[in-house]
């Protein structure tokens, strides 16, 4: 036993049999101070316990802690059936921290830990209780001069960040007449000041075709994302996925707002605000019959996790490379099954030699967090590898079956990282630019496999023509018949006008106006979701 | 009373049900993902899942997180603490962080292999599922 865990069993120990006499004083005499101390003591035990990492005993200590609070501020009186719960309660602490010095396995740990969780209910029960009739009761046994012996007995319980849901931004749309006043920053006055989750996320997945309760699945990933931050936008929409019915393949490509023609049936979409990391969070989707998914950090994939040419010139030698590596170890593993031995050979210098190359290639690439976890996923299997080859042992099967599945998860992650870089393109026209002209080349351009949405920048612009407009939807249409989805956005310094002559412009839906950079892409996303892929009657706004 | 079985090592899922035949129909599944879509389809049925036992250590999808799952859809196909599903964690593992996990997710009994068809028995009895 280290030091660490020997002080925490000593002091622990101590306190809990200091909480256990401070018990039994207030029996025979009950006077607040004790209350306070016997807090401080269930306090400190939580507070070791979580860094010990025994999460049974900081658990129910901190459940008894709770209550104790609640005893502190008057709320609560400590007599009869709650005395005999916070006996029973520290009696089982004491137990379980003796269990975890003696380490102790299998039906005893079993037996404590459905025992505390018996015990973590009746105070959770205690603690909900209304308290109205216990303040009343408890005046006669407190002394008066305690200066918090006036509190009122109001229970006041912190809001449930879950419940407060910041209210979804609204995309705003710039209307084609619209040339006065542009818009007021989005303000949402809240009671309370709750933290806003961090991290923003565009989440797609795909969900497998043979799964045989799809509804659930949908269901299942909702509740966890709801678990962990605020879903602003998903589809199909929260409605469906909570009544748990089963779409009909038909009717899911087309929903009753018209919305998202461009997905697939299996797929599900979700704009999402979390604290959790994106790592973390494809993690927690991981609910069964999850085909694919792909997390965009909306902060991060337009600002800094830009690739430039360079990164994209990397990423091509590096799946040049790769496929190389693979045919090697196609070699190796047919030598090994006809039973030769497959001593390190000209295929084993040639994997060397490889990831040698791609190793020496990383060096070039920015210092971007972005690239740790692929460059450590490569690293490792370099390192394994370099390590067998050493080792001057024959490769078994097994081995090189190991060594494929390493390379193989440095290249999906490589394959992630190119592949989530491409779904948004963004295009920011400057202010000569001729915007058909750009537009035009840009559509010619434009790979469905690889881009899926299309940003144009009309910020620096202050006026788009009736005849430019035409001729805008008529790119977009193309784009259109390519399953790309685009839209105009624009800053609204500018006031841009759209000059509309005679007839209304079917643009409202295809506008995004950002006020913030950072809030570019989600607006715009939103926007996606909640229009029509495009305007289907010209002339159509009303 | 019907009882969903899920484990991916096929003995021990066969060993199980042996020993939970005699109380009700066994539904064997392998993986977490079925047992999750099996769940939920029984719910919708006229006689729905009492017990469920699943195994902790499985590919893909733990016990842990099906656990999880189903106690989520729970909440919204029967609201009430009345008829509770029972859920019982058939494990090799015995050490004391698995075992809070699994209690802390809402499981009812933890039955530690290899177990002989008496602890079985009054694993089932402590639910109240057998007399």
Redesign the interface.
């Known amino acids: 036993m280290d030091t660490i865990s020997q002080l925490y069993f000593e002091e622990t120990m101590e306190q809990l049999e200091n909480a256990e006499g401070c018990l039994n004083e207030m029996q025979q005499f009950f006077q607040p101070a004790h209350v306070d101390r016997l807090f401080r003591y269930i306090h400190s035990v939580k507070g070791s316990s979580d860094m010990m990492?025994?999460?049974?005993v900081k658990?129910l200590s901190h459940v008894l802690e709770d209550l104790l609070s609640q005893a502190r501020e008057g709320k609560k009186t400590l007599t009869g059936e709650l005395m005999d719960v916070c006996y029973q309660s520290v009696d089982t602490l004491i137990h379980m921290v003796e269990?975890?010095k003696q380490d102790?396995?299998?039906?005893a740990?079993?037996r404590l830990?459905?025992e505390?969780?018996n015990l973590i209910q009746q105070l959770q029960q205690i603690s909900e209780e209304s308290s109205f009739e216990m303040s009343v009761l408890r005046e006669p046994v407190t002394f008066p001069e305690e200066p918090h012996a006036s509190a009122a007995p109001v229970s006041i319980s912190l809001p449930d960040p879950a419940a407060i849901k910041p209210p979804a931004p609204p995309a705003e749309v710039l209307l084609p007449d619209i040339s006065s006043e542009t818009s007021s920053p989005a303000s949402n006055p809240l009671p309370i000041p709750v933290p806003v989750p961090v991290h923003r996320y565009y989440v797609r997945m795909l969900l497998s075709p043979d799964?045989?309760?799809t509804a659930?699945?949908r269901?299942?990933i909702l509740?966890?994302l709801d678990e962990n931050g605020v879903v602003i936008y998903t589809h199909p929409s929260r409605e469906l996925i909570?009544a748990?019915t089963e779409l009909p393949v038909s009717q899911n490509l087309q929903d009753a707002n018209g919305a998202l023609t461009f997905l697939n049936p299996h797929e599900m979409v979700f704009l999402y605000r979390s604290n959790l990391s994106r790592d973390h969070l494809s993690r927690e989707l991981?609910?069964?019959?999850v085909e694919d998914h792909f997390v965009i950090d909306l902060g991060k994939t337009y600002q800094e996790y830009r690739m430039t040419k360079d990164d994209r010139a990397f990423f091509k030698y590096y799946f040049n490379e790769y496929a190389r590596i693979l045919s090697s170890l196609e070699q190796l593993t047919r030598q090994s099954r006809h039973g030769q031995q497959a001593t390190p050979g000209p295929h084993w210098q040639k994997i060397h030699y490889s990831l040698i190359k791609i190793s020496s290639r990383i060096i070039q690439l920015p210092s971007n967090e972005r690239y740790h976890q692929w460059i450590n996923a490569h690293q490792l299997a370099k390192d394994f590898f370099e390590l067998e080859t050493t080792a001057n042992q024959p490769k078994t099967p097994a081995l090189i079956t190991y060594l494929k599945t390493l390379l193989m998860h440095a290249a999906t992650d490589a394959w992630r990282l190119v592949k989530n870089e491409v779904v948004i393109k963004h295009l920011h026209l400057e202010e000569k630019q001729h915007v058909l002209l750009s537009l035009q080349n840009l559509s010619l351009e434009l790979n469905p496999d690889l881009h899926q949405v299309l940003l144009v920048d009309v910020s620096a612009k202050n006026r788009l023509l009736e005849s430019e407009v035409k001729s805008i939807l008529s790119i977009f249409q193309t784009l259109k018949e390519k399953q790309i989805r685009p839209l105009l956005i624009h800053d609204g310094k500018n006031r841009l006008r759209i000059d509309q002559g005679t007839e209304p412009l079917p643009l409202k839906s295809l506008f995004v106006q950002y006020q913030y950079e950072h809030q570019l892409l989600e607006k715009a996303l939103l926007q996606l979701c909640h229009h029509p892929f495009f305007p289907e009657t010209e002339g159509g706004v009303s | 009373m019907r009882i969903l079985i899920c484990d991916d090592h096929d003995a021990s899922r066969i060993v199980l049900s042996k020993y939970l035949a005699r109380y009700g129909t066994c539904t064997l599944v392998d993986?977490?993902?079925?047992a999750?879509?099996l769940y939920?389809?029984s719910q919708q049925s006229d006689e729905p899942f009492q017990l469920v036992c699943i195994d902790i250590l499985m590919p893909?999808?733990d016990g842990f997180?099906t656990l999880r799952?189903i106690r989520?859809?729970e909440k919204?196909f029967s609201p009430k603490d009345t008829d509770k599903l029972k859920v019982i964690m058939v494990t090799a593992l015995?050490?004391?962080?698995n075992?809070?996990?699994a209690?802390?997710l809402g499981c009812d009994?933890?039955l530690?292999k290899p177990y002989t068809l008496q602890q079985v028995d009054d694993t089932l009895k402590s639910l109240g599922l057998i007399t």
């Open positions: 990492g025994f999460s049974e658990d269990n975890r102790v396995h299998g039906s740990s079993v830990i459905s505390s969780r799964n045989p309760m659930v699945t269901f299942l509740k966890r909570e748990m991981d609910v069964g019959y | 993986n977490g993902a079925e999750i879509s939920a389809e893909q999808m997180n799952s989520e859809l919204v015995d050490d004391t962080d075992i809070h996990q209690y802390s009994a933890y530690m």
